[in-house]
């Protein structure tokens, strides 16, 4: 299941057999029933105002596992009226793509234009994406693809500039909790766990609705005498699913308060949260990959050694498993939070990708483009470059900006741990460059 669902529709003729499974039984039949992804399927959204308007554009829905990709694409041929094929770049090679584009070609002649799904597109090579190009820009497809991986990274910029790129998010706890609504009321009966048991299986899903819906589907499949607590659904299901306690406060309220006591630098409160998780068992790779993140987010070169701490522990934890390896995880927290703390990194990074977005295309400078071969140094590429090395200073100062691009100060070391240190070069090498006029 790839999806969260809403209210179910009436029965139509392509209903699914009463004994199919779960998952197929809870497919959406429309894009209203789609829930989770009201940002892009609501009126206001990318997808409810294309369908509004009876015009598709191509497009690459990113998002993680169990989120509704690839339903949202089928529903969407329905609703524009396109005829659907689909392909995996996991199981296709080129001579699947030519003969899909050569029937969506055919069907084109006839009047039927055609969605082509690729899941996983990012799989696919860059030649093999420079191969969708002719097909999407003279309207034989109309293409929808689907990744779990950051198109920026995976797909080729001509291809990305012939597709809107469409964030579908993680689906949140309400959302899972509904989908868990949906499954009691088309089985007729209540899952069988008592409701601490219930919010920590919604928890344990970590925003997959496929993976929650195939957890319940194995919960029903057999004859329970009396409804399993959070220790025994762990042990039924073979994974270490969160305790909830009688305030309800949960996974989400304790990754929560564990970041923050970390931002705050307390490394006693911060080893107190890491507890409560472990202890009611957590994931502890799951808590490894927020510490990871907090490492860049709140420390980054104030304390470059805060990242290598956490992959040295989640390494650690592989090596040694629980409960030995749990002593790196509570290391690399209190690491964490004894470090000097900075967010320069972070507000770089965001201020960085806005200006990408904003700036489109520009061409780096020619002096700092490779000239591999004889047109290419003609046309003046690599002409007046500056190797760096030859100066005294090993600085020389040259503009590396795109042309009619002002220089930006994405980064702004604060003065706290080794970005002191930065600064302090940072404003060495800003002295050479305004002497150098």
């Known amino acids: 299941m790839d999806d969260l669902f809403g209210p179910a529709d009436p029965p139509t003729p392509t209903a699914p057999a009463a004994d199919a499974p779960l998952a197929e039984r809870l497919r959406p039949r429309t894009l209203g029933e789609v829930v989770g992804q009201g940002h892009l399927t609501g009126p206001e959204g990318a997808i409810g105002r294309m369908v509004a308007a009876g015009r598709l554009s191509s497009m690459i829905l990113w998002g993680p596992p169990g989120t509704g990709k690839t339903t949202i694409a089928r529903l969407l041929a329905d609703a524009v009226g396109l005829r659907?094929?689909?392909?995996?770049?996991?199981?296709?090679?080129?001579?699947?793509?030519?003969?899909?584009f050569a029937e969506a070609r055919d069907h084109a002649r006839a009047g039927k234009r055609t969605l082509l799904f690729v899941d996983e597109i990012h799989r696919f090579n860059r030649a093999q994406q420079d191969g969708f190009l002719p097909y999407v820009e003279d309207g034989t497809v109309?293409?929808?693809?689907?990744?779990?991986?950051n198109p920026s990274f995976e797909l080729n910029a001509a291809l990305l500039s012939r597709a809107q790129v469409l964030i579908l998010h993680r689906l949140d706890a309400t959302a899972l909790a509904e989908l868990i609504d949906r499954a009691e009321a088309i089985e007729g009966r209540p899952l069988p766990v008592t409701p601490d048991a219930r919010a920590a299986l919604v928890a344990s899903a970590d925003g997959d609705g496929r993976f929650l819906l195939n957890q319940a589907e194995t919960l029903w499949s057999v004859d329970l005498p009396e409804p399993l607590d959070p220790a025994a659904l762990g042990a039924f299901l073979q994974r270490r699913v969160a305790v909830y306690d009688k305030d309800r406060e949960g996974h989400y309220n304790l990754i929560s308060a564990l970041h923050k006591s970390l931002r705050g630098s307390d490394p006693q409160a911060a080893l107190y949260y890491l507890a409560r998780m472990l202890t009611a068992g957590e994931e502890p790779l799951y808590v490894l990959r927020r510490l990871t993140r907090f490492a860049s987010e709140d420390i980054g070169l104030a304390d470059p050694q805060a990242l290598v701490q956490c992959l040295a522990a989640k390494d650690a934890y592989d090596f040694l498993g629980s409960p030995e390896g749990e002593l790196a995880i509570a290391q690399a927290c209190l690491y964490l939070a004894t470090a000097p703390k900075s967010n320069a990194v972070y507000k770089a990074q965001k201020a960085a990708w806005k200006s990408a977005r904003e700036t489109g295309s520009l061409m780096p400078p020619a002096h700092i483009l490779n000239a591999p071969t004889k047109l290419m140094k003609d046309i003046g590429y690599g002409k007046g470059y500056a190797y760096d090395h030859d100066t005294d200073?090993?600085?020389s100062g040259s503009d590396y900006w795109p042309e009619g691009m002002a220089r930006q100060d994405f980064y702004q070391p604060t003065g706290r741990g080794h970005e002191k240190r930065i600064a302090e070069r940072l404003a060495y090498w800003e002295e050479l460059r305004g002497a150098k006029g």
């Open 393 to 395: 200073t090993g600085f």
């Open 84 to 100: 659907f094929t689909a392909i995996s770049a996991v199981f296709s090679g080129v001579a699947d793509l030519k003969k899909a």
């Open 142 to 149: 109309t293409l929808v693809g689907a990744t779990t991986e």
